[in-house]
Structures are given as C-alpha cells and as structure tokens.
C-alpha cells in the first residue's frame, strides 16, 4: 500500500472515499491527513468528522447536532456541509467545531455527521451520503485505537462515540476503520491496541496498513496549527523527541511514544464490531439509547464525565481545580453499585 516514490496512502480499487473522524474533537485532524495522503496516490477523497467537541472547547456536554450548526454551506437530515464560516450555537455561545478549523486550514469545505440518533440514524445518513456524492468507501478514523475496544479495559475513557461510529459503519457493506497511531490518546496501551487488531485480523477483519510519511507529517503540522487535538499530535513527537512518555488531557493520560505512533491499520468495520463493544449498541436509534446501554454494562462515558465537569465548572468556575481521573472513577463507583443487590 506504500509507493516508493511518493509515500502515500494507495488503496486499491476503493474509488471515492470518505474519510471520517469517528471520535470527535481533534480526531478530524488525522483523518484529514489520510484523506490528503490518498489524493496524493490519485484517489478521490472527502473529509468528514463528527461534532463532539473538548469540554475546553465546549463545555456544554454531549455532541454537536446539525441544528446547533450556523452559515453551513448545505444541511440535510444527519449531516451538513461546513466552511470557515460556519459556528455552533451551544447554550448561548459560540463553538466553532474542530471540523472549522480542518476548512480553514485547507480550505476546503468538510462534512459533519450528527450521532444523536445513534448508529442506525448515521448509517442511514452515510448510505444518503453515498448515494448523492458518489461515495464508494467510507473509512472510519479512530486516532488510539477506542473504537476497537471489548468495553471493560480499565483505561477506556471516551469509549461512546467510536462505539455508535463503528456500529453505523458496521451496517455499510465495504466500510473500513482505520485505526491510528495505537494509545495516541492515552486510553488503551498500544500493545494491548495491538492485541486487539490481530485478534480481528484471525476473524479475517485484517485489510492493510500503512506508516505516516515524513509529508503526511508535514500535512498534519500544518493541520493542527488550526486544529485543537493533543492524540492527534502525538505522530508529530516521534521524531523530534526523545522522550517515552508523556501525559495529556491535564496529566490524567499517559501516552507512550514509540514508531507505533506512525502506524495506521485497516480493518473491516462489519467483523472488527462483531468483537468489539460497538456490537452492543448496533441496533440503537439514539445517542442516549447507546449511553444508557453501556452505562447497564458498567461502563463510564465521556458523556458521563462530561456532565460532572460541566456541573463543577457551574460551581468552581475553574479549570484548574478539576481532577478527571477523581471524577471517573466516581461515576465508574456509582454504575457498579447500580448492580450490587442490597439485602432484603
């Protein structure tokens, strides 16, 4: 899948593609990248992204709707069209969507999808898509590899989103996801990420892979001089540092730097979910329907968190005084008491 030549991302037979940041924030960051890496080996890429911002970008909790979206170029049912124009309205402020800043950076406009009505209501969206863009492939970017998680690890942090992406992409014969940079996001170790793709790969859910180029680099340099995403920026330390570790999200995440940093794999989204945590949500037709599933399951959301933030801002005013990792494992106590039978 490398050319020689000019390092680039060569899918075969995969025509115009789709490239689509599954976990929200700065995730559209990388697949931004890939798309561009793909339209260098002469394919035909749009980008697109969910819109689930950072609560330092947005406090409000919860993902973005396309109802919520101002000055986009064209809206239907599940998605809009975005420019360096267009904002979000959340709670009397002002958002502006890290699929914004993809626009302003490339100039060039990029799709947003609406996951409130959960993976049934986006893949019908995508299916939509395909049939009036000519869309042959869509690939699900997920920077860390959360989309491919059994849904117990004790480091899941921010497990919603991926799960109702890779459900809706599991619904669309020919779909991929695209895993990048392995534990980039601090949630999953890299080596336990790779344990995962190879377990899908004896499922025969192994498509291909591909290392970022030094120009992919430089593309995504340029990317996030607009685009707010400490996971996505983590490629760009391979090479100019010669630390292990470093920490993230207000030092409640290690990340682990190493060349595995650079890897990209491909895997079929039908049999990665089939093993997977997004199986449990397939069937839901809302974002709260997905939540509420996991939540029976005992596991915490970035929704969850989310809503405990936004109410200790309310009450502190301060992002200083917060503590992430005090406030998971909180919510992570109170779901598990949810299942302990009280004496009669």
């Not at 970017?141 to 497990?159: F, K, N, Q, R, T």
């Not at 020919?174 to 895993?179: D, E, F, P, T």
């Not at 595995?260 to 997004?278: E, T």
Request: hydrophobic share 45%; net charge negative; proline share 3%.
């Amino acid at each position: 899948m490398l050319s020689r030549a000019n390092p680039c991302l060569a899918l075969e037979r995969r025509g115009k593609t789709l490239f689509l940041a599954m976990g929200g924030g700065g995730d559209v960051a990388m697949a931004a990248t890939l798309a561009l890496s793909y339209e260098r080996c002469g394919g035909e890429a749009l980008i697109g992204s969910i819109a689930w911002e950072r609560y330092v970008v947005d406090p409000l909790p919860g993902p973005i709707a396309v109802d919520e979206l101002v000055n986009t170029v064209e809206k239907g049912e599940g998605y809009a069209i975005v420019d360096r124009w267009t904002f979000a309205l959340r709670g009397g402020r002002v958002v502006i969507p890290q699929a914004v800043n993809v626009s302003i950076a490339l100039g060039r406009r990029v799709f947003v999808l609406d996951i409130t009505r959960g993976p049934r209501g986006l893949a019908r969206t995508l299916e939509q898509l395909k049939n009036m863009y000519g869309i042959d492939t869509i690939i699900g970017v997920d920077v860390g590899g959360d989309a491919i998680a059994e849904g117990l690890e004790e480091s899941l942090w921010s497990p919603l989103a991926d799960a109702i992406v890779a459900a809706a992409l599991a619904h669309i014969e020919g779909s991929l996801i695209a895993i990048s940079s392995p534990g980039a996001d601090g949630e999953l170790p890299p080596e336990y990420v790779e344990r995962r793709i190879r377990r899908i790969a004896r499922l025969g859910g192994y498509v291909g892979g591909y290392i970022l180029s030094q120009q992919d680099l430089e593309v995504l340099k340029r990317i996030l001089g607009m685009v707010v995403s400490e996971a996505s920026s983590v490629p760009l330390r391979v090479l100019d540092t010669d630390l292990d570790m470093i920490t993230i999200r207000k030092e409640s995440r290690a990340v682990r730097i190493s060349l595995m940093n650079l890897a990209v794999f491909l895997l079929d989204a039908i049999r990665a979910v089939r093993d997977s945590l997004a199986r449990y949500v397939y069937d839901t037709s809302s974002f709260n329907e997905a939540r509420w599933i996991l939540n029976k399951l005992t596991i915490a959301t970035e929704y969850d968190v989310e809503e405990e933030v936004f109410k200790e801002l309310a009450s502190s005013g301060s992002y200083t005084s917060l503590n992430l990792v005090r406030i998971r494992n909180d919510i992570r106590k109170r779901l598990a008491m949810l299942h302990i039978a009280l004496p009669t």
